[in-house]
């Protein structure tokens, strides 16, 4: 079958939602820090969470993972050892703690799709934790392709490369929640971009920008209507 349009989803934030696991990652990075700059960490990071940012790190931040990170160079904390609670978080999600879930009508969405429509899942989330995710969300057997350990933002510039292969940039729609991590290599090649604005941080580049993830899926059917010739 010809590949006329990709849709191309991030995970965190996109197709799995739910942030419990995110106060589990950051006390892991927090834990060896002394008692009171571990105390301000997790306060730090529960105020984000709260959608009352207190630090300059968290303020920009994106997502609960994402303050983590820019917290852990905030108080010095080495990136291999924020990488191995990361991990660690991950293998425990994996593994069925943490509650997560699947945004509304993502299924029908993409069970909806033309077969000249290519479904590609691209995340930085570790390769071996997506499939036990996917099935536990009732998204799995769903993405045409999947690549974890993306390295992203950098990473990306390959994918896309690979995925368009010569062909219009303009055919491709990136969907996703961090515009560095997700959206902003896409549409410097000239691609779609789709942005869930989960926190109130606007990004003006994208095509179009919502709240949730459902509120997306109106603009993602009027898309592949628009660059499919079957229509949806």
């Not at 536990?136 to 690979?162: E, H, N, Q, T």
């Amino acid at each position: 079958m010809n590949i006329e349009a990709t849709l191309l989803f991030d995970f965190d934030g996109t197709v799995r939602l739910g942030w419990e696991h995110s106060g589990h990652y950051a006390h892991l990075v927090a834990a060896e820090l002394p008692d009171d700059d571990r105390r301000a960490f997790i306060a730090a990071h529960e105020a984000f969470l709260a959608g009352k940012p207190t630090t300059a790190s968290t303020f920009d931040a994106y997502d609960p993972d994402n303050a983590v990170r820019r917290l852990s160079v905030e108080y010095g904390v080495e990136d291999a050892d924020r990488q191995a609670a990361y991990e660690a978080t991950r293998e425990r999600m994996a593994e069925g703690e943490f509650k997560i879930w699947a945004p509304e009508g993502i299924r029908e969405l993409i069970w909806g799709l033309p077969k000249q429509v290519e479904v590609v899942l691209v995340t930085n989330a570790p390769a071996a934790s997506l499939e036990p995710s996917l099935e536990r969300l009732g998204l799995d057997g769903l993405f045409d392709r999947i690549v974890g350990d993306a390295r992203k933002p950098d990473g990306l510039a390959d994918v896309l490369d690979d995925l368009l292969d010569g062909r219009d940039p303009g055919t491709l729609l990136s969907i996703g929640d961090i515009p560095r991590n997700d959206l902003a290599p896409a549409a410097d090649r000239g691609c779609a971009t789709a942005y869930i604005d989960h926190f109130g941080r606007p990004w003006p580049r994208a095509d179009v920008s919502a709240p949730a993830p459902e509120a997306l899926w109106p603009f993602v059917r009027r898309w592949v209507g628009e660059h499919v010739a079957t229509g949806v």
